[in-house]
C-alpha cells in the first residue's frame, strides 16, 4: 500500500514535489478545517503543517483523533524550539530555512519507519 502524506497550508512546497517524485501520495489543505476533515476521512502516513498558520491546532487535531499518525511542524519563524514542539507532541519540527534536502531526509526517514498498525479516527468515543 502506498502511504499518504496530508500538506497543511504547505501549497508549492519543494518538499512537497520531492515527496510526490518519491512515490508517496500527497493530498493538500489549504485551512484547519480542510485538514481536520481530510484526517478523518484519509489515513495518512505522516501530516506536515505549517506551525505559523496553524501548525498547533492541527497537532491537536491529529493528537485528538488520530495519536498515531506523526505530525511534523514546519516554521520560517523561532515561534517554538524542537524540543518544546516535540514535547507538544509534534514528532518533528523544521525550519524553513534549512536546506530542502535536509528537510526531506528528516521526512523521508519519519516515512520510512514501519507502520505497525493502520491508524482508525477516534470519532464517537465518549470521554472517560
Known amino acids: 500500500m502506498q502511504k499518504k502524506v496530508l500538506l497543511v497550508n504547505q501549497q508549492g512546497s519543494e518538499v512537497g514535489k520531492l ?9 493538500e489543505a489549504k485551512s484547519v ?33 488520530c495519536p498515531g499518525i506523526p505530525v511534523v511542524l514546519t516554521s520560517d519563524e523561532h515561534i517554538l524550539t524542537h524540543n518544546e ?5 509534534a514528532h518533528e519540527l523544521i525550519e524553513k530555512s534549512a536546506l530542502v534536502d535536509e528537510q526531506f531526509r528528516k521526512i523521508k526517514t519519519i516515512l520510512n519507519q514501519p507502520i505497525h498498525s493502520v491508524v482508525e479516527p477516534k470519532i464517537g468515543r465518549k470521554a472517560a
Not at 476521512?41 to 498547533?56: E, R
Open 19 to 27: 515527496i510526490r517524485l518519491e512515490g508517496y501520495l500527497v493530498d
Open 33 to 65: 478545517q480542510k485538514a481536520l476533515k481530510a484526517i478523518l476521512d484519509g489515513n495518512y502516513a505522516l501530516v506536515i503543517s505549517d506551525l505559523s498558520v496553524a501548525g498547533l491546532e492541527t497537532l491537536d487535531n491529529v493528537k485528538a483523533f
Open 85 to 89: 514542539a516535540v514535547e507538544l507532541g
